[in-house]
């Protein structure tokens, strides 16, 4: 029967209907063959997965029901109290009408009269909520409540120890009970909905829309001792990140901290937005002081990768608190490292002062740390004070400090030099013309190989971009595109838009280099151009909008380039950048229809050159829709003003693009 029906029924059918329910609200069979066991607001009680339980509807309409008398009980009278409690004990309960009669003290006759005004009440309670279902939230509760309820002991306890784990879980998990009754458990659970297993019954998960009320129901001793449970279990199954959790849920901070430190290669594996989760949920008071300093390193590092540099140094400046020199050190390195693209001076303050705390060179961590130190001072040299002397001064002290060890310690600070050497030998490319060319690929080819030997996957990431660079800079396309979609894969991986941003932008320049394909093309730029608006990197986003600009040129639509064209200028004067404003400047004379006041017509002449090579009078017509006179004029005046140049004479003249137009 459809829903509406119940609203415009008769109030006595409608009470008597209600009643029925309430009597047979001890059988399920019975209940189910009531006609409001299909209405919907039966149906948004039931679990997702519940069609293939047949008691599920029972469970809903019982829910409405109790559901129902907890708002008559709610009205908060004397009178609504007793009609709530006559109608559970009369019917929920199953006493019988003449043991209520005699415990009230009344006759059959009041007791019956009593019963029949409560049901009205709640039949209109209930037509309510049929008519403006607000109320769903709540009865979803109370059904999960009386399934969670009628199942025995055991298996409660069973979904409240399995509601610990977020994860699917194992069969093979340790559990409170002996395996038999866990796996007999499990089995019937699974029957009700309210675990959940996969395809070849190996795993399972407490069915997700019950697990909140199930955790309310965990009391903390059980809790802290499945929890301890379920961090050992992920730790020796090589979870970090619900090792991690489980740890911290328990109330064993240290336990967490100490993991997270302690296991650098699966913690690089990570995506950057749930170890950042995990970082930020320790707190100060609950660490030792150190151990919450290398925390705050650990979570700097994981701010940096995801380009919120504020909140990175914010937390290298915390562990600036740190007793041990070391930690210290290792702070003053990191903040170093965030000023050395925007204040060199305040970069090379920092690496001075984590130089002058590592007096100890004996400690292998240290002499590490002053090896990544002399990169990095290198670094402000390449990137800001081109000086060789100083490069390679800085190059050779951080070679002789890496240890000889072969570690895995060894081989990222290997691939780090590497990375510096060769961008040290792009930048100092005019100074050092012979040897430039074959040094530079093999430093980006080291740099690369070095990280993957470490098997560090932001490393790998980066020297890979770098190599894909280099190896496109001497036209080796082909080497150079599987580079990229490895660095792009990763980037996305651990959550770097800024890599993710600067892969599109080297895959879109690609297509434009390795054959001109600019349908293929200006897709990749325009994620480049998104992430990095999103990012507000405004350096970056303008050099995507030179690409965009040339890209758009090249394949035709100047009006489209026209506006990424403006867009890089305007940032370029904005940050002082002048070689960029210098390259834009550059690339209007070559494309100027990117500056130059043209009509839509003219645009779309040029586009035609740019594509076909040339443009005839009549091809001119049937591009434009315009008449032979508008044609010749708009042809005319891209002659005058130097953007074409008119070849052949009579039937066979064609306009050309000229090579340059001087931009003011």
């Known amino acids: ?130 008519q403006t279902p607000t109320e769903i939230v709540q009865l979803r509760e109370w059904m999960i409540g009386l399934r969670y309820g009628g199942r025995p002991q055991e298996q409660q306890k069973t979904l409240r120890f399995l509601a610990v784990f977020r994860a699917p879980i194992p069969l093979s998990v340790r559990s409170p009970f002996a395996v038999e009754i866990f796996h007999a458990c499990i089995t019937q659970l699974c029957r009700v909905n309210l675990l959940q297993s996969n395809q070849t019954a190996t795993q399972v998960t407490v069915h997700p829309e019950i697990r909140p009320y199930l955790l309310t129901l965990l009391p903390p001793d059980e809790r802290s001792e499945w929890e301890q449970q379920a961090a050992t279990h992920y730790e020796q199954h090589g979870d970090l990140l619900e090792a991690v959790y489980h740890w911290q849920m328990a109330d064993h901070a240290q336990k967490a901290a100490l993991l997270l430190i302690a296991r650098p290669r699966e913690r690089s594996k990570l995506p950057n937005a749930l170890l950042r989760e995990r970082l930020t949920a320790f707190k100060p008071g609950d660490l030792p002081l150190d151990l919450w300093a290398k925390l705050q390193i650990l979570r700097g590092e994981v701010e940096e990768q995801i380009s919120e540099l504020k909140n990175a140094q914010q937390a290298y400046q915390e562990a600036l608190g740190a007793t041990d020199k070391g930690v210290k050190a290792e702070a003053y390195y990191r903040l170093g490292r965030i000023h050395r693209q925007i204040d060199p001076d305040a970069a090379l303050i920092h690496f001075g002062h984590c130089e002058r705390l590592l007096t100890d060179t004996t400690r292998p961590d240290h002499s590490e740390l002053l090896a990544k130190v002399c990169i990095s001072e290198a670094w402000v040299f390449i990137d800001h004070r081109p000086d060789a002397g100083q490069i390679e001064q800085n190059l050779a002290r951080a070679e002789k400090a890496i240890p000889r060890a072969t570690t895995e310690r060894q081989v990222t600070l290997l691939s780090d030099l590497n990375n510096a050497r060769a961008a040290a030998l792009y930048v100092l490319r005019d100074q050092q013309p012979t040897q430039y060319q074959e ?48 660095s792009h894969e990763l980037a996305q991986q651990l959550g770097n838009r800024r890599m993710v941003a600067v892969n599109n932008k080297a895959l879109g320049n690609w297509y434009v280099l390795n054959g001109a394909d600019y349908e293929q093309a200006i897709p990749y730029l325009m994620r480049a151009y998104d992430y990095l608006r999103e990012m507000d990197n405004q350096f970056h986003l303008a050099t995507v909008c030179y690409d965009l600009a040339e890209a758009y040129a090249l394949s035709g639509q100047g009006t489209a380039g026209k506006f990424y064209y403006n867009q890089g200028m305007s940032i370029a004067s904005a940050l002082g950048n002048e070689p960029l404003h210098a390259a834009l400047t550059k690339l209007a004379q070559k494309y100027p229809e990117l500056t130059l006041p043209l009509n839509a017509r003219q645009q779309q002449g040029i586009g035609f050159m740019r594509v076909h090579g040339a443009v005839t009078n009549q091809e001119y017509r049937d591009l434009t829709d315009v008449s032979p006179r508008t044609a010749a004029r708009d042809l005319n005046d891209l002659v005058d003003i130097g953007i074409c140049k008119k070849v052949g004479r009579g039937r066979a003249t064609r306009y050309q693009i000229a090579l340059t137009v001087a931009v003011g």
């Not at 029901?65 to 309960?93: I, N, P």
């Not at 790998?460 to 971009?465: L, V």
């Not at 190599?467 to 800079?473: Q, V």
Request: aromatic share 10%.
């Open 439 to 486: 040094e530079y690929i093999e430093c980006r080819w080291q740099a690369w190989h070095y990280a993957q030997e470490a098997r560090d996957a932001v490393r790998i990431m980066n020297t890979g971009h770098n190599l894909g660079m280099a190896y496109m800079r001497q036209g080796q396309y082909q080497a150079a595109f599987p580079l990229f979609q490895e």
């Open 1 to 130: 029967m459809d829903d509406a029906n119940w609203l415009v029924m008769g109030d006595r059918e409608y009470e008597e209907l209600i009643r029925r329910l309430f009597l047979n609200y001890r059988s399920c069979s019975r209940l189910m063959r009531s006609p409001l066991i299909t209405s919907a607001l039966v149906a948004t009680c039931l679990l997702e997965g519940d069609e293939t339980y047949p008691d599920a509807r029972c469970y809903a309409m019982r829910a409405v029901l109790q559901w129902t008398l907890e708002r008559l009980r709610a009205r908060g009278t004397a009178w609504s109290h007793q009609s709530a409690d006559l109608l559970v004990q009369r019917y929920v309960k199953g006493m019988s009408a003449k043991k209520y009669a005699d415990e009230m003290l009344v006759s059959d006759a009041t007791a019956q009269s009593r019963r029949r005004a409560a049901i009205r009440r709640v039949a209109g309670i209930l037509r309510q909520q049929l």
